[in-house]
T-cell receptor, first 115, second 112 residues
């Protein structure tokens, strides 16, 4: 069984650029959530995708957008990068959306640095 | 709005000591609480998940308790080892789904 994978591992961008981060969910999982973790903070929920539809969004501006594909992999896109977007971006998958009893399984993260 | 707080923010103990990490949450209407471990710059590893109907969960040297009425959870680590050094995060699902609200974590250092 393959766990959650993310790519790339590290990324350096400049202000104003756009970035795409990728996540492959754990086998058999159809729900993917994205989190942003600033240095020294706990992860903050960005949004969740269930069967290719957005299923909830946190307090992030519209320049943060996402996609989920038929194989349940997902992308996080960030436009017009700002310095404060520098963070570790975590992807998590779970078996079924909306089930609060489900454990979420996290990937290793993508470290984004915005200069 | 659910808020999750962890105390202390950092902890340094000698090897072999038993220790307790604390997590508190403001909205007691939770389905479960999960404890995670995070090594520097890495992703999260789930340690224990306690359902709201449970009061304790154990895994090896780890024991987590949950008191919904008081809005508290503790993670007990027995006989700590240098390999336990990491940041420990607690999280609860919020917003009608399994979207997680995290605490800011306790950074643990176990010294030889």
């Amino acid at each position: 069984e393959t766990g959650v994978t993310q790519s790339p591992t590290h990324l350096i961008k400049t202000r104003g650029q756009q970035v795409t981060l990728r996540c492959s969910s754990q086998s058999g999982h159809n729900t993917v959530s994205w989190y942003q973790q600033a240095l020294g903070q706990g992860p903050q929920f960005i949004f969740q995708y269930y069967r290719e539809e957005e299923n909830g969004r946190g307090n992030f501006p519209p320049r943060f957008s996402g996609l989920q594909f038929p194989n349940y992999s997902s992308e996080l896109n960030v436009n017009a990068l700002e310095l404060d977007d520098s963070a570790l971006y975590l992807c998590a998958s779970s078996p079924v959306a909306g089930h609060q009893t489900d454990t979420q399984y996290f990937g290793p993260g993508t470290r984004l640095t915005v200069l | 709005k659910q808020e999750v707080t962890q105390i202390p923010a950092a902890l340094s103990v000698p090897e072999g000591e038993n220790l307790v990490l604390n997590c508190s949450f403001t909205d007691s209407a939770i389905y479960n609480l999960q404890w995670f471990r995070q090594d520097p710059g890495k992703g999260l590893t789930s340690l224990l998940l306690i359902q709201s109907s449970q009061r304790e969960q154990t895994s090896g040297r780890l024991n987590a308790s949950l008191d919904k009425s008081s809005g508290r959870s503790t993670l007990y680590i027995a006989a700590s080892q240098p390999g336990d050094s990491a940041t420990y995060l607690c999280a609860v699902p919020t917003g009608g789904g399994n979207k997680l609200t995290f605490g800011t974590g306790t950074q643990l250092k176990v010294e030889l």
